[in-house]
Structures are given as C-alpha cells and as structure tokens.
C-alpha cells in the first residue's frame, strides 16, 4: 500500500537552532501534504497545508516565521522549526493525500519526536 | 467549517465484549470519513475510510463503521474486542478536498 515516510524519526537540538523535517510519499504523488502537531494526551492539531509549487496554507496561530513548510516536489514536503526553543518540543507528523490509486486516502508519516534542549 | 465530535474519551473493555465508538461530524457537503488508529509507540494507521456508496464500511481487524447521514455520524464498532486492540482511536473528516479535521481520540483500554 501507500507509504509515507518521515525523517529523522528523532532528533534532538540545542535551543536557538533550525531543524528541518522531511516529509516523502513513497509511491504516489501528493500534491497535498499537511503537517501536524502532537501535543502529550492532546489530539492531532493541524499546523499547516502544503501545497506542490505555491505557498503553504498555515491554520491560525502558527507562526508562519518560526514553522517553515516547503513543498518542492510532488513526493516531499520539509517542515523546518526556526529558531528552535524548547517548547518547540513535541511530535511532528506529516501526511499525504492520495488522489490516485486508493481514491483521496490520506496517508500518515511515522512522526518525528523533536526535543528542543 | 468541519469539526468533529468523539464523546467517549477512554473506554474500558473486557475481551470479547462489543465495541461502539461514537463519531459525530459537522459539514454542509460531501464528506470523506475515516477512522484511524494508534497503537501504542507506532504511528497512526488508517483502520477505515467511506467516500460514498454503502455506507456500511468494514476495514481491517474485523472493524466496520456506519455513516448515518442523517445523524451527521460515523461510529466505529467491533463485535468482539480482543486485548492487541488496546489503542487510541481518531474519527477524521475531510470535506472533499479540504484538510482533514480529526476528532480528541477515545483511548480504547482492553482488559484480557
């Protein structure tokens, strides 16, 4: 079936740092990838859209600055914490929507666990 | 705006008992649904999606969810819960092509 893969699945850095987070699907095209934040005994919150060649769609309250999204290609899409402090901490998950094969399934990355020291 | 409802925050089940997890969604139009599921250190997995046509839907491990379109609902049952189902459930809504809406997740805890 679909994959979609993060990377790295943890990564720790120091405070004041820029991290970046990539999002693949693996086999299938996604125009559309949306990135999410999981906040401990909290649900998903989504943060932002990405959209393949335009600019991401950020949900209110994220900081466009400090949360950078790209998607330059139709198989990836990076997330990059500028500026990292550590309530930055948590974990990030990306996922991709399928148009193709499997008829508008969203599909989900891994998660990465980035703690902010 | 879409938003979904799951009332049951932590369920607790003996094996073999049935399972009901409510969903209630709000959106004007066509709607995608889906149930996902997280187990315990892994990543979410999609248990189940209805775009349209019977709106019985059966995923995998012997789940199956109903959209009643009448009752804006979506909820996720199994006949007979096994302990290797204790996880966190998230129902989903995608108003076509829009961004997913997901519900606050039922911690499913099944006691052997």
């Known amino acids: 079936g679909a994959v979609v893969s993060q990377h790295p699945s943890r990564v720790i850095c120091k405070s004041g740092t820029s991290v970046k987070i990539e999002c693949r699907s693996l086999?299938?095209?996604?125009?559309?990838m949306f990135w999410y934040r999981q906040f401990p005994k909290k649900s998903l919150m989504l943060m932002a859209t990405s959209n393949e060649g335009s600019k991401a769609t950020y949900e209110q309250g994220v900081e466009k600055d400090k949360f950078l999204i790209n998607h330059a290609s139709l198989t990836l899409s990076t997330l990059t914490v500028t500026s990292a402090h550590p309530e930055d901490s948590s974990f990030y998950i990306c996922?991709?929507?399928?148009?193709?094969?499997?008829?508008?399934?969203?599909?989900f990355g891994e998660g990465s666990w980035l703690t902010v020291v | 705006a879409q938003s979904v409802s799951q009332h049951n925050h932590h369920v607790i089940l003996s094996e073999a008992a049935s399972l009901e997890l409510g969903c209630n969604y709000s959106?004007?139009?066509?709607?995608?649904l889906f149930w996902y599921v997280q187990y315990p250190g892994q990543h979410l997995q999609l248990l189940l999606k209805y775009f349209s046509g019977d709106p019985l839907v059966k995923g995998i491990k012997g789940f199956e969810a109903e959209f009643i379109k009448s009752k804006f609902s979506f909820n996720l049952r199994k006949p007979s819960v096994q302990w290797s189902d204790t996880a966190e459930y998230f129902c989903a809504v995608s108003g076509g092509y829009q961004k997913v809406t997901f519900g606050t997740g039922t911690k499913l805890q099944v006691i052997p």
């Open positions: 996922s991709a929507r399928d148009t193709g094969r499997s008829g508008n399934t969203i599909y």
């Open positions: 959106y004007g139009g066509t709607v995608n």
């Open positions: 086999d299938f095209q996604a125009t559309t």
